[in-house]
């Protein structure tokens, strides 16, 4: 079963359209972490934001928010007023204790955004 | 204040032939990771290594991969006797400590022909 589940393998939006990216995650543990991080057609994987299992607080960045429902196991992401250069394959992620005692990260399968001016 | 570095960002190796790829974590940083990402899929993790130690290795390959970040210099990934299907790009991400957020390098794409 996956833990991570990006269930929007691609997305076309016109810009200026909002967009939403969604996230679900399966996990036992009470302390976990989530991330998004963008990645572009250069390859890079640039770091967007992490949230810590007991923070349930939605936050905005510019552009970005990001809403974190425990009750629902999801983290989605949302883009307001999409631009062209917001075009990427998006990827959660989860980090969650390892039987080894380490925390590792698991990755959705990422969300490509296309975003067309 | 660099940060992670990968090199080469690109590499061709022949199958049979050794792939060696290196990773300069973020000043500050003694944790480093690798992963593995195949075409059109998610990232793996391969390894987990401190200075000197390799803490969880559970994602590598038994055969062929190997890992090390020794007191001084990279991290190294190895892989001996590449084959096609050790095709993909491997990215490096480093941490200050465990638990906390990794940063990536830009990735090596090896392309084994």
């Known amino acids: 079963a996956q833990k991570v589940t990006q269930a929007q393998t691609e997305i076309s939006v016109v810009e200026k359209e909002d967009v939403t990216l969604d996230c679900v995650y399966e996990t036992r543990d009470t302390t976990y972490y989530l991330f998004w991080y963008k990645q572009p057609p250069s390859g890079e994987l640039v770091f967007l934001i992490r949230?810590?299992?007991?923070?349930?607080q939605n936050e905005i960045s510019g552009r970005y928010s990001w809403n974190f429902q425990k009750s629902t196991s999801s983290f989605n992401f949302t883009i307001t007023a999409s631009q062209v250069v917001d075009s990427a394959v998006y990827f959660c992620a989860l980090s969650e204790p390892h039987t080894s005692g380490t925390y590792k990260y698991i990755f959705g399968t990422g969300t490509r955004l296309k975003v067309l001016a | 204040n660099a940060g992670v570095m990968q090199n080469p960002r690109h590499l061709v190796r022949r199958r049979g032939q050794e792939a060696r790829l290196r990773c300069s974590p973020m000043?500050?940083?003694?944790?480093v990771y690798w992963y593995r990402q195949l075409p059109e899929e998610g990232l793996k993790f391969m390894v987990y290594l401190q200075k000197e130690n390799i803490i969880d290795e559970s994602g590598m390959p038994k055969e062929r991969f190997s890992a090390e970040f020794p007191k001084e210099g990279p991290s190294i990934l190895r892989i001996q006797q590449v084959v096609r299907g050790d095709s993909a790009a491997y990215f490096c991400?480093?941490?200050?400590?465990?638990?906390?957020?990794?940063?990536f390098g830009p990735g090596t794409r090896l392309l084994v022909l």
């Open positions: 991400a480093s941490s200050k400590k465990d638990r906390e957020t990794q940063y």
């Open positions: 000043k500050g940083h003694s944790h």
């Open positions: 949230r810590n299992s007991f923070d349930e």
